[in-house]
């Protein structure tokens, strides 16, 4: 497997200034500033092959903006290496930042008032990308995007799932081989965000591009990633499939189901954790391994009308991932 993304005992510690109330501590800490060392990212280490789309997971302040950071050179590490299309990104060299790309969900570099086509054809320029290929390829991308006729007006006018599918433009009119994405759908409604997710997957499989994304959106990462990475406290506490994480963090399944009539929760308990009741309609959780005996049970001793098995939802799972990292393994 040729890894395209290649991180080794990466690091990053931060040194923030301690800052106290008052003018004698001002002066103070003029004359003595005293530090203290925020440790964002320690001792990370994974591959990424050619072509893969990997979901970087972690609660906020986990230590993901500043991996991404690092991997596309924004950032040095305290310690450890980095390769990225076989380059070190931190040397920020041209060939390299051709052939990568960071989209921001919380940032834009489109021009405000400026037509969507003006702020690529700057981009078009730094980048080197000669006149018929510029042409070619906003042709081909908004087109995948949904964004035709919507270059010739000035930027502030677009709704923001369309700002947004233009900023995915602009970041990849120079055709990059790695994506990183940090949350790209962040406010987006949830048309968007499909629209945005469903041209990812067309875009990593059109092109081989590989992508590594930040989402809070965990439907992001179920239609996009089948690999995850998991990071809290700056540290990788998992990496491999997702449906791997679920059957490691979520041992159980959720039966939905439909009574033909309002029962007391009592009835319900041998069968499992009552996670829901309202009327006619109960959620229950039970551990997979008895799964298809409890759901015979059910079918055989409650009046059921309906009833539906889910994998629990993935933010309940995660939430789970970081309770036990903050208990300890
Ligand atoms: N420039 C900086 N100076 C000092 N501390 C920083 C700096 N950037 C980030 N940090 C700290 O490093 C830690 C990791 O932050 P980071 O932004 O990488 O997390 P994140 O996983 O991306 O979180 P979020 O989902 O909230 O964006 C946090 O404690 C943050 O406060």
Redesign the pocket.
């Known amino acids: 497997m040729e890894a395209v993304v290649l991180a080794e005992d990466l690091t990053?510690h931060?040194?923030?200034a301690l800052k106290e109330e008052g003018l004698l501590s001002t002066l103070r800490h003029f004359l003595f500033r005293r530090y203290r060392e925020?440790?964002?990212?320690e001792g990370v280490s994974f591959r990424i092959a050619r072509g893969e789309r990997v979901g970087f997971l972690?609660?906020?302040?986990?230590?993901?903006?500043?991996?991404?950071?690092m991997l596309t050179g924004l950032?040095h590490p305290t310690r450890g290496k980095a390769l990225v299309a076989g380059h070190v990104p931190w040397r920020r060299e041209k060939a390299f930042l051709k052939k990568i790309t960071l989209v921001m969900g919380n940032k834009q570099q489109l021009i405000w008032d400026l037509p969507a086509l003006d702020s690529f054809r700057l981009n078009a320029a730094i980048y080197e990308i000669p006149e018929g290929e510029f042409r070619r390829r906003v042709g081909e991308l908004s087109e995948m995007l949904g964004l035709t006729g919507k270059l010739h007006q000035p930027v502030r006018k677009l709704s923001l799932g369309e700002r947004m599918k233009a900023e995915l433009l602009a970041a990849l009119l120079h055709r990059p081989e790695v994506l990183f994405l940090?949350?790209p759908t962040l406010g987006l409604d949830v048309n968007a965000q499909v629209a945005v997710r469903e041209f990812l997957k067309a875009y990593n499989e059109r092109y081989g591009a590989t992508l590594l994304l930040?989402s809070?959106y965990m439907a992001d990462i179920s239609a996009l990633c089948e690999r995850v990475l998991v990071?809290h406290r700056?540290r990788l506490l998992y990496d491999g499939a997702l449906e791997g994480l679920l059957e490691r963090f979520a041992p159980y399944r959720e039966v939905g189901l439909v009574l033909a009539r309002p029962l007391p929760k009592e009835a319900l308990l041998p069968f499992g954790e009552v996670r829901e009741l309202a009327g006619q309609e109960a959620k229950l959780l039970v551990p997979r391994e008895r799964l298809t005996e409890r759901v015979a049970e059910i079918l055989r001793r409650l009046p059921v009308e309906d009833l539906e098995v889910r994998e629990p939802p993935l933010e309940e799972v995660i939430a789970r991932v970081f309770q036990k990292a903050e208990v300890g393994p």
């Open positions: 990053k931060y040194r923030v925020v440790r964002a990212v972690g609660p906020n302040g986990a230590g993901k903006t500043t991996t991404l950071k950032v940090d949350e930040t809070h990071i700056g």
